[in-house]
C-alpha cells in the first residue's frame, strides 16, 4: 500500500525556519518524481518544490532562494527546508509523488494531477 505522511508543520515567527518531513512506504521514492504543494485557505492549490528522480529541482518564485527540497533515499523520506518564513507562507503543505512502477522519473511538473499520490497534509503558519 503506497502512503505518504508528513510532519514537521508548526508555528513560527516571521524570519523563523521550520523542516517538513514526507516519509514514503510501498515504493521506491528515489526514483519517483515528487513535489510540494501547499493551500491557503481561500486560494487554490499551488505547487512550491519539485524534484525528478534524477534529482533536478525547481521552485516557484515565491520560495526561490529560501526554501531547499531533498531526499534521503535510505529513509525513503522526502524534505522541505523552510527558511526565512514570511505570513505569506501559512498554508497546509502536502507531499505528492507520482508512482507507477519502477522506472525513473524524469519530469518536472507543476499539474496537480500528475502525481497521483498524496500525503495528508501539515500546517504552517508564520506570524508576524
Known amino acids: 500500500q503506497v502512503q505518504l505522511v508528513e510532519s514537521g508543520g508548526g508555528s513560527v515567527q516571521a524570519g523563523g525556519s521550520l523542516r517538513l518531513s514526507c516519509v514514503a512506504s510501498g515504493f521506491t521514492s528515489s526514483s519517483t518524481c515528487m513535489a510540494w504543494f501547499r493551500q491557503a485557505p481561500g486560494r487554490e492549490r499551488e505547487g512550491v518544490a519539485f524534484?525528478?528522480?534524477?534529482?533536478?529541482?525547481w521552485y516557484s518564485e515565491s520560495v526561490k532562494g529560501r526554501f531547499t527540497i531533498s531526499r534521503d533515499s535510505p529513509k525513503n523520506t522526502l524534505y522541505l527546508q523552510m527558511n526565512s518564513l514570511n505570513p505569506e507562507d501559512t498554508a497546509t503543505y502536502y507531499c505528492?509523488?507520482?508512482?507507477?512502477?519502477?522506472?525513473?522519473?524524469?519530469?518536472?511538473?507543476?499539474?496537480?494531477?500528475?502525481?497521483?499520490?498524496w500525503g495528508q497534509g501539515t500546517q504552517v503558519t508564520a506570524s508576524s
Open positions: 524534484v525528478t528522480g534524477y534529482a533536478t529541482t
Open positions: 505528492a509523488a507520482r508512482w507507477h512502477g519502477p522506472s525513473r522519473c524524469l519530469e518536472i511538473s507543476r499539474t496537480q494531477s500528475f502525481y497521483n499520490y
